[in-house]
């Protein structure tokens, strides 16, 4: 007996024979919008089947599928409306790539990264930010201010999706993502790689009067929340941002791009 079920994003094979039962179970990740799905098949990943609309013949499309050509991706061509039932962030703009999920990688994979480059390690860390907007917005900036990687905590923290790979704009495909069971003891851990730390924090020195050169581990938290006490504990700075406006915090992207290029700034003096 064969038999497949298709639950979400999780496809699962279950195959019964000659007194023998195997289970394979995998996940797909549907990544959507052009730009992501473009510079997915540029950075090499494995796409297992391509959905475009029926009758697009646009440039940018086009160009998506002459990258599906040379990798002996499956096209489909199928209907808007088809599209929409795939979707998981419903702005799919025509195309929509199905690949394996994202892998994470390891801290140390990140530093070796920053090795390669003969730079110091820059990485940026999520405390609790589970909106993946803002996941995908953060690892954009990280990738274009140079920074190594970006580590998420396993808990209270969104995961690599359908939606933070296309708010990534395809840098989801060239900055390793790292998943951590306690933020803080990685704090510790990369502190004895030489690495110092500052977090996001309306009470803290004016970004503009802290030296944020050489290694450094950048840390923001939630929107709400802001970085939570014991990440805030391990860090050696916090950094204010300054604000004449008249509310009192800023989206978590912003404040992680603010920062980051704050950071940039200084590496370049």
């Not at 160009?63 to 795939?86: F, G, H, P, W």
């Not at 702005?91 to 790539?97: D, E, R, S």
């Not at 933070?164 to 390793?176: D, E, H, K, Q």
């Not at 306690?182 to 990369?190: G, P």
Request: with cysteine.
């Amino acid at each position: 007996m064969n038999t497949k079920t298709f639950i979400g994003r999780v496809f699962v094979c279950a195959e019964d024979g000659a007194g023998m039962e195997k289970n394979m179970a995998y996940e797909e990740l549907a990544i959507e919008g052009r730009n992501a799905v473009l510079e997915a098949f540029r950075a090499g990943r494995t796409i297992d089947k391509l959905y475009v609309l029926d009758g697009c013949q646009d440039g940018p499309v086009q160009s998506i599928k002459r990258e599906a050509k040379k990798q002996d991706t499956i096209v489909k061509y199928v209907t808007r409306e088809r599209l929409d039932q795939i979707s998981e962030t419903g702005k799919h703009q025509g195309v929509i790539a199905m690949a394996a999920a994202y892998s994470y990688a390891d801290v140390e994979d990140i530093l070796a990264a920053a090795e390669e480059k003969k730079e110091p390690p820059f990485v940026i860390l999520l405390d609790n930010v589970e909106d993946p907007h803002n996941l995908g917005a953060i690892i954009r900036t990280a990738n274009l201010a140079g920074a190594h990687g970006v580590i998420i905590p396993k808990n209270h923290a969104v995961g690599l999706t359908a939606t933070v790979a296309r708010t990534s704009a395809g840098a989801l495909n060239y900055t390793p993502v790292a998943k951590v069971t306690n933020l803080s003891r990685t704090i510790e851990d990369l502190k004895k790689e030489g690495l110092w730390f500052v977090c996001a924090d309306m009470g803290g020195t004016p970004m503009y009067q802290l030296d944020l050169k050489g290694p450094i581990g950048l840390v923001i938290g939630s929107e709400g929340e802001g970085v939570s006490r014991l990440v805030r504990e391990k860090c050696d700075m916090a950094a204010a941002i300054p604000m004449r406006g008249n509310i009192d915090s800023l989206n978590a992207s912003v404040a992680a791009g603010i920062l980051a290029y704050e950071i940039v700034r200084q590496r370049l003096l």
